[in-house]
């Protein structure tokens, strides 16, 4: 059976929905509950994916954080290894840091209905299959 490996920041945020999706696909999970200290992993060896789920910190807060270098880490070993990861809110910002990308806090909270347009490479990526050009989603971020 393929496992992912997810990355869990607190107790109140978990798979919901995406853990069904996973069982429908035949995918098993395994957890790093990192709100009871368990270690994050050198490596992604022995995982067919990554899911980073949420938090409320900030992935600029390492020094209060130490573990989200470790996460860093994690992401860059499974990007170079072309396994597929999946972030959700803190996650995605791990991700986006682990690729490179500056990640910073915002000047204004952001929650609430946005609506979101897709770029030309969303319009064509597979995730977003028989989605609109633009939608409202519900976002959280601040």
């Given at each position: 059976?393929?496992?992912?490996?997810?990355?869990?920041?607190?107790?109140?945020?978990?798979?919901?929905?995406?853990?069904?999706?996973?069982?429908?696909?035949?995918?098993?999970?395994?957890?790093?509950?990192?709100?009871?200290?368990?270690?994050?992993?050198?490596?992604?060896?022995?995982?067919?994916?990554?899911?980073?789920?949420?938090?409320?910190?900030?992935?600029?807060?390492?020094?209060?954080?130490?573990?989200?270098?470790?996460?860093i880490s994690?992401?860059?070993?499974?990007?170079r290894?072309?396994?597929?990861?999946?972030?959700?809110?803190?996650?995605?910002?791990?991700?986006?840091?682990?690729?490179?990308?500056?990640?910073y806090?915002?000047?204004?909270?952001?929650?609430?209905w946005?609506?979101?347009?897709?770029?030309?490479?969303?319009?064509?990526?597979?995730?977003?299959?028989?989605?609109?050009?633009?939608f409202?989603?519900?976002?959280?971020?601040?």
């Amino acid at each position: 059976m393929a496992r992912v490996l997810v990355l869990q920041h607190v107790a109140s945020e978990g798979l919901g929905l995406i853990a069904k999706s996973l069982r429908q696909k035949g995918l098993g999970a395994d957890f790093i509950k990192i709100y009871r200290n368990e270690r994050v992993p050198n490596n992604i060896q022995g995982y067919d994916g990554l899911i980073v789920l949420g938090g409320p910190m900030g992935v600029y807060e390492e020094d209060i954080f130490p573990f989200i270098k470790d996460e860093i880490s994690l992401i860059k070993n499974a990007l170079r290894n072309d396994i597929p990861i999946l972030g959700i809110c803190l996650g995605a910002q791990l991700l986006a840091k682990a690729a490179g990308a500056d990640v910073y806090k915002g000047k204004k909270k952001e929650i609430g209905w946005y609506k979101v347009e897709l770029t030309e490479a969303g319009k064509s990526d597979g995730l977003f299959i028989g989605l609109p050009d633009e939608f409202i989603v519900f976002q959280w971020h601040g």
